[in-house]
């Protein structure tokens, strides 16, 4: 099978969803599938390479050529509609790949639609976030859990967010695109049910199945050399966050938690990128890190005592969550979105009321003073990551694709302009 998959960033970028797609493109190509990946193209980086029988095209946009338009150039996004060079991009390493499938994972998507009916390939999409129907991709409104899309209240909120000159074009735009991608997407298929809900598929007719994240079977065993990251982490254990800086994962409600903590408390150590969340510079015990290689978190969590996920908006899954608990560490995290679907309050974790501090630090002081509760949470952790190993998850990727391909299309004609083939 042939499967070209779109997104905005791939490795070395950091963040949840990256990963994701990189473990998904390379456990595929393992499996004897022609993968390709088309990725928007960032300074310093090859415009293609092949990386674990992998072809990766990193191509520029249009609207990346726009001064301004992004506050981190590091992490520049596809528009919520298509992007010109995108499209002829897109078109010439179809042309070249010819996929059966074209698996998109955010707002690459917009940039091909318009070629879908020429490309004749299946689209799937996977839903990390709310893009779908919410521009800001949170679905959240003045620092809480939005109840659903209108349109003067997400006008309001997109200008408040981007600006009015960026917010509104990229609401109407990310609207009218949303409608187009709902008619001609074959199959969504959300992380969680809580994402399904949250970007209106659920009770719809709208064709989607739930396959959430995964890690590599082997996770935990970090390739590198990791001795000049680990020095800068605390000798004694610690308590440990990895995720983005941004005000919606709860780094804030963190924080005052862990300051009404006593001075004995295992330190905390902040593992994370981007944001706008103020971060401490001299807080005892406190320690942040920024950009660290993925490998190099690994570590981080195999030393800590427990992982904490304090996010106050409906989160999709919970990469870091998961990622901590393979390493045999319990998670405190709150008790919203889709991480339920991970952790079992008592059972490998503890749950938590989002967006409430007393509740978090009530939460960690318990873990903190029971060594064997820990102990047995961890365990329960382990074997719960253990139903997420790539193993179980990625053959439900597969049939998801055979089954929009359909028996005719075993052996089908491809046509792509004027040409066509038959896959045998």
Same mark, same amino acid.
């Given at each position: 099978?042939?499967?070209?998959?779109?997104?905005?960033?791939?490795?070395?970028?950091?963040?949840?969803?990256?990963?994701?797609?990189?473990?998904?493109?390379?456990?595929?190509?393992?499996?004897?599938?022609?993968?390709?990946?088309?990725?928007?193209?960032?300074?310093?980086?090859?415009?293609?390479?092949?990386?674990?029988?992998?072809?990766?095209?990193?191509?520029?946009?249009?609207?990346?050529?726009?001064?301004?338009?992004?506050?981190?150039?590091?992490?520049?996004?596809?528009?919520?509609?298509?992007?010109?060079?995108?499209?002829?991009?897109?078109?010439?390493?179809?042309?070249?790949?010819?996929?059966?499938?074209?698996?998109?994972?955010?707002?690459?998507?917009?940039?091909?639609?318009?070629?879908?009916?020429?490309?004749?390939?299946?689209?799937?999409?996977?839903?990390?976030?709310?893009?779908?129907?919410?521009?800001?991709?949170?679905?959240?409104?003045?620092?809480?859990?939005?109840?659903?899309?209108?349109?003067?209240?997400?006008?309001?909120?997109?200008?408040?967010?981007?600006?009015?000159?960026?917010?509104?074009?990229?609401?109407?735009?990310?609207?009218?695109?949303?409608?187009?991608?709902?008619?001609?997407?074959?199959?969504?298929?959300?992380?969680?049910?809580?994402?399904?809900?949250?970007?209106?598929?659920?009770?719809?007719?709208?064709?989607?199945?739930?396959?959430?994240?995964?890690?590599?079977?082997?996770?935990?065993?970090?390739?590198?050399?990791?001795?000049?990251?680990?020095?800068?982490?605390?000798? %004694?254990?610690? /308590? @440990?966050?990895? #995720?983005? !800086?941004?005000?919606?994962?709860? =780094?804030?409600?963190?924080?005052? *938690? &862990?300051?009404?903590?006593?001075?004995?408390?295992?330190?905390?150590?902040?593992?994370?990128?981007?944001?706008?969340?103020?971060?401490?510079?001299?807080?005892?015990?406190?320690?942040?890190?920024?950009?660290?290689?993925?490998?190099?978190?690994?570590?981080?969590?195999?030393?800590?005592?427990?992982?904490?996920?304090?996010?106050?908006?409906?989160?999709?899954?919970?990469?870091?969550?998961?990622?901590?608990?393979?390493?045999?560490?319990?998670?405190?995290?709150?008790?919203?979105?889709?991480?339920?679907?991970?952790?079992?309050?008592?059972?490998?974790?503890?749950?938590?009321?989002?967006?409430?501090?007393?509740?978090?630090?009530?939460?960690?002081?318990?873990?903190?003073?029971?060594?064997?509760?820990?102990?047995?949470?961890? %365990?329960?952790? /382990? @074997?719960?990551? #253990?139903? !997420?190993?790539?193993?179980?998850? =990625?053959?439900?990727?597969?049939? *998801? &694709?055979?089954?929009?391909?359909?028996?005719?299309?075993?052996?089908?004609?491809?046509?792509?302009?004027?040409?066509?083939?038959?896959?045998?």
């Amino acid at each position: 099978m042939r499967i070209l998959m779109l997104t905005d960033h791939y490795p070395p970028i950091i963040g949840g969803m990256e990963r994701f797609v990189h473990s998904l493109s390379t456990e595929l190509a393992s499996r004897g599938h022609s993968v390709s990946v088309a990725t928007l193209w960032h300074e310093g980086m090859p415009e293609f390479e092949v990386e674990r029988a992998v072809r990766v095209y990193r191509i520029q946009g249009t609207a990346q050529r726009v001064r301004g338009l992004f506050s981190d150039s590091g992490r520049r996004y596809a528009p919520p509609c298509p992007d010109p060079e995108v499209v002829w991009s897109l078109r010439r390493i179809i042309e070249s790949e010819r996929p059966d499938i074209v698996h998109a994972h955010n707002w690459m998507i917009h940039s091909f639609l318009p070629l879908k009916p020429w490309s004749g390939a299946r689209l799937v999409v996977s839903l990390h976030d709310y893009g779908l129907v919410c521009v800001k991709r949170d679905l959240m409104y003045h620092d809480e859990p939005c109840t659903g899309p209108a349109l003067t209240k997400c006008l309001g909120c997109a200008a408040n967010h981007y600006g009015f000159a960026k917010g509104v074009p990229a609401l109407i735009a990310n609207r009218i695109m949303s409608a187009v991608e709902l008619a001609a997407v074959d199959t969504f298929l959300p992380v969680s049910y809580a994402a399904a809900i949250g970007a209106g598929l659920a009770g719809s007719n709208l064709p989607f199945r739930v396959i959430p994240n995964f890690i590599p079977d082997d996770y935990g065993h970090a390739p590198f050399d990791c001795e000049s990251y680990l020095a800068q982490l605390p000798e %004694q254990s610690y /308590l @440990l966050y990895v #995720g983005s !800086f941004a005000g919606h994962k709860g =780094v804030d409600v963190l924080l005052r *938690a &862990y300051r009404e903590l006593p001075g004995s408390t295992p330190p905390l150590v902040l593992i994370g990128f981007g944001g706008s969340t103020p971060l401490p510079t001299h807080w005892p015990n406190v320690v942040v890190a920024r950009n660290w290689p993925h490998w190099a978190v690994m570590r981080a969590q195999e030393r800590c005592l427990a992982g904490i996920v304090p996010s106050i908006f409906q989160e999709t899954f919970g990469m870091a969550a998961l990622e901590t608990m393979a390493q045999g560490r319990p998670v405190i995290a709150s008790q919203i979105g889709g991480l339920p679907d991970l952790v079992s309050d008592g059972e490998n974790g503890l749950l938590v009321a989002a967006d409430d501090p007393e509740a978090l630090r009530r939460a960690i002081q318990r873990l903190l003073a029971d060594p064997g509760l820990r102990n047995r949470m961890g %365990q329960m952790a /382990l @074997l719960r990551a #253990g139903e !997420f190993r790539a193993s179980a998850v =990625v053959p439900r990727f597969e049939q *998801a &694709y055979q089954d929009v391909l359909g028996p005719l299309d075993s052996i089908r004609g491809h046509k792509l302009g004027s040409r066509s083939e038959v896959d045998l």
